[in-house]
């Protein structure tokens, strides 16, 4: 895991309360951090980017997960955070357009994050992060409503989360 901070934030009043070292937010649930997310919609309007997990990356190694996902670094904003993670990840452009589309809070025996969720549309180019990525593909909608519905176990559970609010799909 890397040695990088994060900002705590108090659940209830969603201020900023302190700091702790990543390494010590995972398997933490009471330490509640900040997250951004990023769906990729492709122009045509029916497919949507996935990205697939490192295989040696340090949590959930193999599964898809949202196109674009990452920490807030201290300091740094949802928006602000969003275009750095599509460069760093992707490398698309900070020119690229992002609309808000909700927030969500993630609880789980892994971590707790209150994020904040965009989309952009773009078909790529799409330049991937090797340490972060093993690959990106984009699905059609009906293929990822399927899965979902499913509860499909190749998904992050934060995927599945964010997919079924996506969707409208009640669990």
């Not at 040696?56 to 196109?67: R, S, V």
Request: proline residues 5%; negative net charge; charged residues 30%.
């Amino acid at each position: 895991m890397t040695d990088e901070f994060f900002e705590i934030i108090d659940d209830a009043t969603g201020r900023i309360v302190g700091k702790a070292l990543r390494s010590e937010c995972h398997g933490n649930p009471s330490l509640v951090h900040r997250s951004v997310h990023v769906i990729v919609l492709h122009p045509d309007g029916k497919r949507l980017l996935l990205q697939k997990r490192s295989k040696n990356k340090d949590i959930q190694p193999g599964k898809w997960d949202t196109a674009v996902g990452g920490h807030l670094a201290c300091g740094e904003d949802y928006p602000a955070a969003a275009v750095r993670e599509m460069g760093e990840e992707l490398g698309l452009p900070p020119s690229l357009s992002l609309t808000y589309r909700f927030d969500m809070k993630i609880r789980n025996e892994i971590e707790s994050e209150n994020t904040r969720v965009y989309s952009a549309v773009t078909e790529g180019p799409f330049t991937i992060q090797k340490s972060e990525l093993d690959e990106v593909a984009f699905f059609t909608f009906d293929e990822l409503r399927e899965k979902v519905t499913r509860n499909e176990e190749t998904f992050t559970p934060l995927l599945r989360q964010e997919l079924r609010i996506f969707f409208g799909i009640r669990e």
